[in-house]
C-alpha cells in the first residue's frame, strides 16, 4: 500500500495513486489486472485514485483466505477477540482525521458536518461490538441432575458484507466489528463509487488482526458483488445499499439458502404536531432532514407532515434555517453540506426536481447552479416544496438527494394513515410535548427506528433496521449482532449413569 495520500494529490498529477485490495493479509491487484478510477465528486473528471476492478476470481481468493482464518479466529477466547478490536478502535481514533478527509474526498460528505462525526462513530462501534464480546452467551436448560442442556452461539463462518457509497464507515461499522467480535471471518465489498475509505480502515485493521480475518475487495456489483452473493464459500450476505438491488439478492442468496440480512432505503415520515415553533423543533427537522448529507441518508425524514395549525410558521422558519447552509467543496470547514456522489445521481436527483417544480410550490432550493464554483462539481442545493400530496412521486420514492416534501394535515388518524402508506419503513420522527400524543404515535408507526424530538443519527447499541421493504435483520446493537451473525447450536449431555430425559419423539 502506497504511503501517499489521496487527498495530496496534486490536481492534474500524471496518474492518480493507486491503492489496492487485501486479500489473505496482503495487498494485491485484481487477478485479471483491471483498475477503476475514483473520481471526485467536487470536481468533475478529478481522478482521487485508482483501485482494483476486482472480480469473481478475486473473491474467490478473499473467500478461500477467510475460510482459512476461520477456525483459529472463531476458537479463541472472546477475550482475544476482544482485545484486537479494542486496539482497531484506538489505531482508528489516532487515524480519525484521515479517515474523514478520505471520506469527504470520495462520498463528496461535508467534513465537518459528516464525514468527522462518521470516523467518530466508526470508532465507537469497534469499542462497543469489542466491549460486548462476552456476551455473546448460551442458555442452560434447568433440566435436572443428570442433564446437561444448553446453548452456544456460534458463528456462522465467512460473512459477505457489501457497502454503499453514501456513508461507507458507518455502514462498515455497523457490521465488521459486530461480525468479528462474534467469530466469524469476512470479506467486505466497498462501494464502487466509494471504496478508498474502506480500504484505509482495512489498513488499520490489517496491523492487527491475523491475516485473511478481514479482507477487502474492490469492484462493481455486478462482478465482485454478485460474485460474492453466489459464493458457496459464504455463509452469510450481509447487504446495505438500495431495496432492488437487495431484493436480487436476497433472491440469489436464497436460492443456496445462504443466511442474509438487508438494510435498504426508506422515504421516512416527520409528524410535526402542534405546539410551540421553537429552535430545537426546527433544529431537529434540519437533522431529520439529513440535508447537510445532501439527502444521501436511508433514514432521511423527507415526508414532512405539518399541522395545519403550525404549517405556516415551520415552512417559514425551515426554509430560512436550510437556506442559511453552506454548500461547497466537502473539505472546506465553512461547507454544512457536499455534493452528491456522482453523475447518475445528480441527474436523478435534478429530474425530481423538475417534477416538483412544476406540481407544487418551491419555498426553497429548486435546480442546481449552472454556473459558478458549484457548477464544477454534482452540487444540489437545499429544496424544500410545500402543497405536496401523498400521492405524488415525490412523496413515495426514495429521491437520494437535499429534498423535503412538506404535507399539511389535521387528523392525526389521517397524518397515521399517510405516513404508513409507504412501501418503506425504515425510520420515522414524531415532533409533539405531548408525551402521550408523542408515544402513541411512535407505537403507531410501521417503522423499525422511531426518534421523538430528535433527529440525530444512529447510536451505538441501539436496534437498527427496517419494517416491509426497507429490509430483513437488525444491526448497531448487541441483540442484532446475536441475531445476526450467529447461530444457535442445542448441547444435550447425558450426566454419569442418569436416566435419559423423557421425551414423546424425536423429529
Ligand atoms: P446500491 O444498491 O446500488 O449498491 C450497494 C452495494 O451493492 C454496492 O457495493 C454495489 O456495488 C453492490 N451491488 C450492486 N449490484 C449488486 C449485485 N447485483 N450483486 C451484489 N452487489 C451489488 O446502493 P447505493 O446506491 O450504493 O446506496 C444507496 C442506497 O442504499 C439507498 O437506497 C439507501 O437508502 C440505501 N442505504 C440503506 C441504509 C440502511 O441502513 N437501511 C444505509 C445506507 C444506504
Not at 437488525?474 to 423423557?502: C, D, W, Y
Amino acid at each position: 500500500m502506497t504511503e501517499q495520500s489521496v487527498l495530496s494529490t496534486p490536481t492534474g498529477a500524471a496518474s492518480p495513486p493507486t491503492r489496492l485490495m487485501l486479500i489473505g493479509g496482503d495487498w494485491v491487484e485484481a487477478a485479471d489486472g483491471g483498475w477503476r478510477e475514483i473520481t471526485s465528486p467536487a470536481r468533475r473528471g478529478s481522478v482521487l485514485a485508482r483501485v482494483p476492478r476486482g472480480d469473481a476470481a478475486d473473491v474467490d481468493r478473499a473467500v478461500a483466505a477467510a475460510r482459512e482464518a476461520f477456525p483459529a479466529w472463531r476458537d479463541q477466547h472472546f477475550t482475544a477477540r476482544q482485545r484486537l478490536l479494542l486496539r482497531i478502535a484506538d489505531a482508528l481514533e489516532d487515524r480519525a482525521e484521515e479517515l474523514a478527509r478520505v471520506t469527504a474526498a470520495d462520498t463528496g460528505n461535508a467534513l465537518r458536518t459528516q464525514a468527522r462525526p462518521e470516523a467518530a462513530l466508526l470508532v465507537d462501534l469497534f469499542r462497543y461490538f469489542g466491549g460486548v464480546a462476552g456476551e455473546v452467551k448460551g442458555t442452560t436448560l434447568p433440566a435436572g441432575a443428570s442433564q446437561l442442556q444448553y446453548t452456544r452461539q456460534e458463528p456462522l463462518g465467512v460473512v459477505g458484507a457489501i457497502l454503499p457509497w453514501n456513508s461507507p464507515l458507518m455502514i462498515a461499522g455497523f457490521k465488521v466489528p459486530a461480525a468479528l467480535a462474534a467469530g466469524n471471518t469476512l470479506v467486505l465489498k466497498a462501494a464502487e463509487d466509494a471504496p478508498l475509505s474502506i480500504l484505509l480502515l482495512a489498513e488499520v485493521c490489517q496491523d492487527v488482526l491475523p491475516p485473511g480475518v478481514l479482507n477487502v475487495v474492490t469492484g462493481t456489483g455486478r462482478a465482485a458483488g454478485a460474485a460474492l452473493v453466489d459464493h458457496p464459500g459464504v455463509d452469510k450476505v450481509s447487504f446495505t445499499g438500495s431495496t432492488e438491488v437487495g431484493r436480487g439478492i436476497a433472491s440469489r442468496a436464497g436460492e443456496r439458502l445462504a443466511h442474509v440480512s438487508l438494510e435498504l432505503g426508506g422515504k421516512n415520515p416527520s409528524i410535526v404536531f402542534p405546539g410551540e415553533v421553537s429552535d430545537e423543533l426546527v433544529d431537529g427537522l434540519v437533522a431529520s432532514s439529513r440535508i447537510t448529507r445532501q439527502g444521501q441518508s436511508c433514514t432521511a425524514g423527507s415526508r414532512l407532515y405539518l399541522h395545519r395549525d403550525v404549517h405556516d410558521e415551520v415552512l417559514a422558519r425551515l426554509t430560512d434555517r436550510l437556506g442559511a447552509l453552506r454548500v461547497g467543496d466537502p473539505l472546506d470547514e465553512a461547507s454544512d453540506i457536499g455534493a452528491v456522489i456522482n453523475e447518475t445521481q445528480f441527474d436523478s436527483i435534478r429530474d425530481y426536481l423538475e417534477e416538483g417544480l412544476a406540481t407544487m410550490r418551491a419555498e426553497l432550493g429548486g435546480l442546481p447552479p449552472t454556473s459558478g464554483p458549484l457548477a464544477e462539481g454534482f452540487f444540489h442545493v437545499p429544496t424544500l416544496f410545500s402543497g405536496g400530496d401523498n400521492a405524488f412521486r415525490l412523496a413515495r420514492e426514495e429521491i437520494f438527494g437535499p429534498v423535503v416534501v412538506a404535507i399539511p394535515w389535521t387528523d392525526v388518524d389521517d397524518v397515521v394513515r399517510m405516513a404508513n402508506d409507504s412501501a418503506y419503513g425504515l425510520a420515522a420522527y414524531v415532533w409533539s410535548k405531548d408525551v402521550d400524543e408523542a408515544i402513541t404515535t411512535a407505537h403507531r408507526l410501521e417503522a423499525g427506528w422511531v426518534q421523538v424530538n430528535q433527529g440525530g443519527g444512529q447510536v451505538v447499541g441501539q436496534s437498527y433496521g427496517g419494517y416491509k421493504q426497507s429490509g430483513l435483520g437488525r444491526e448497531v446493537s448487541l441483540e442484532g449482532m446475536i441475531a445476526g451473525f450467529t447461530q444457535t447450536k442445542q448441547v444435550n449431555v447425558r450426566l454419569g449413569h442418569g436416566p435419559t430425559p423423557t421425551t414423546r419423539t424425536g423429529t
